[in-house]
């Protein structure tokens, strides 16, 4: 009972922003978007939520469509240090994070 | 200042033994959670704590018995240790039930032999 869809893995160059997307088509009204990523061997780290305006932090920014069933987390320059697991999760408030099995984002030198 | 810390981080032990991990947070956080990680990667959430309180107990053996003995604190007991529950177990913690993002520890990586 997947909520979001993402592709199994991308790649992008260093330096160059990393786009990775979600679909979430069966998203509630009250469901929000959360992102979090798992460096190897490390646990999961929270990095951003919405529900439907942008959002942007030190770390990313997220852009989901006017119609809430699909998001982008944009991380504008990568680093090596980005090369991880990312987690599109979609949850109501007060409720259980589910996770998926997540992009696998390679940033190459 | 570790924000979720576990011990051990890891843990080799033998089938049929009883063990324990430990979790605390610092984060002032009253939502507490475990999680495991197998072999093939994906995340399960096993039990969540609110204040003490047992509000999430998923589809999980009965020989493993959460323990919050306050709100900055969930361990995980694990009796009769079987093969199968070799895993990597997270701690997080969260404020107001996660609408703000949880915080992970490191995790303990659990052996069984």
């Known amino acids: 009972d997947a909520k979001t869809t993402q592709p199994p893995s991308m790649d992008c160059a260093e330096g160059r922003a990393a786009n990775l997307p979600c679909n979430h088509s069966t998203i509630s009204g009250n469901e929000y978007v959360y992102w979090y990523r798992q460096i190897h061997s490390q646990g999961p780290q929270y990095i951003i939520h919405g529900l439907k305006n942008n959002e942007t932090n030190e770390m990313a920014s997220l852009i989901i469509t006017e119609d809430r069933k699909s998001s982008t987390l944009i991380l504008p320059h990568a680093t090596l240090r980005d090369t991880a697991v990312y987690y599109c999760?979609?949850?109501?408030?007060?409720?259980?994070?589910?996770f998926g099995k997540g992009i696998t984002l390679s940033v190459r030198p | 200042d570790t924000a979720v810390s576990q011990t051990p981080k890891y843990l080799v032990t033998q089938m049929g033994n009883d063990k324990s991990i430990k979790c605390e947070q610092n984060?002032?956080?009253?939502?507490m959670y475990w999680y495991k990680q197998d072999s093939k990667k994906f995340l399960k959430i096993m039990f969540s704590y609110n204040n003490k309180e047992l509000i999430i107990n998923e589809t999980v053996p009965n020989r493993f018995s959460p323990k919050s003995p306050d709100k900055a604190h969930l361990n995980l007991h694990i009796n009769s240790l079987e093969l199968g529950d070799s895993a990597v177990y997270f701690c997080?913690?969260?404020?107001?039930?996660?609408?703000?993002?949880?915080?992970f520890g490191s995790g303990t990586r659990l052996t069984v032999v």
């Open positions: 984060l002032g956080h009253d939502t």
């Open positions: 997080a913690s969260s404020q107001e039930r996660g609408n703000y993002g949880y915080t």
């Open positions: 999760i979609v949850t109501g408030a007060n409720s259980k994070l589910t």
